[in-house]
């Protein structure tokens, strides 16, 4: 059963720390996207990448977060410095076909 | 993952009635739309989608309804088991890519 996985489940950090948070796509799924989930903006896209290089990052705050794709098994997102309003559940999906598969989610919280 | 607003609108079903959940996409040029299912704690799972040449799709007791000229689409999920309570989403896109999501609807069965 192919799933997409993500660490860590869960982040509790504070502010101004450094967060990564990763994820492993679908074997074969060459299209992978970063999403945030908040009660009050719901699932907004961050970016995503095809064939590991990037296709549209402008949902990300530029400043501070960071997405790179190393390998095809492999999509990292990085906040530095992190802030109280990043605290979310953020979701990876991949994509195969017109289907976007998504992972189990991290929720970080930054205190 | 919590997926829920404070004001996420509710729809209440006896177990083993047919739920209807709606939503109303924004953009005319949309060409594909997909509805999620989400569980507390999880992340978002694919249910059904629908490619704007159909109006109808039917998949396993659920069924996804597109009326293009009033840009409205309907989840149907036939006779609701406690299982399917959740909170759903639908989503938009061109090409399938950029998922523009709504804000979802939690269903609630009631015994």
């Known amino acids: 059963d192919a799933r997409v996985t993500q660490t860590p489940r869960h982040k509790v950090t504070e502010m101004g720390q450094e967060v990564t948070m990763r994820c492993q796509p679908i074997?074969?799924?060459?299209?992978v996207f970063w999403y945030r989930q908040t009660m009050m903006q719901g699932l907004e896209l961050l970016a995503y990448f095809r064939n590991r290089a990037p296709l549209d990052d402008s949902g990300m705050p530029k400043d501070r977060f960071s997405a790179e794709m190393p390998d095809a098994t492999l999509a990292t997102l990085k906040i530095q410095p992190s802030e109280p309003r990043d605290s979310a559940v953020y979701f990876c999906a991949s994509l195969i076909t017109d289907t976007q598969y998504f992972g189990p989610g991290t929720r970080l919280t930054v205190l | 993952g919590e997926s829920v607003g404070l004001h996420l609108p509710t729809l209440s079903v006896q177990e083993g009635d047919n739920s209807i959940i709606n939503c109303a996409y924004s953009?005319?040029?949309?060409?594909?739309f997909i509805w999620y299912k989400q569980e507390s704690g999880k992340g978002p799972q694919f249910i059904i989608d629908?490619?704007?040449?159909?109006d109808k799709r039917q998949g396993q007791r659920v069924t996804v309804l597109l009326n293009k000229t009033v840009k409205h689409l309907s989840l149907q999920i036939a006779a609701t088991q406690p299982g399917d309570s959740a909170v759903y989403f639908c989503?938009?896109?061109?090409?399938?890519?950029?998922?523009?999501f709504g804000q979802g609807t939690r269903l609630t069965i009631n015994p």
């Open positions: 629908i490619r704007s040449n159909m």
């Open positions: 074997l074969g799924h060459n299209t």
């Open positions: 989503a938009e896109s061109q090409g399938a890519q950029k998922l523009v």
């Open positions: 953009n005319s040029a949309s060409d594909y």
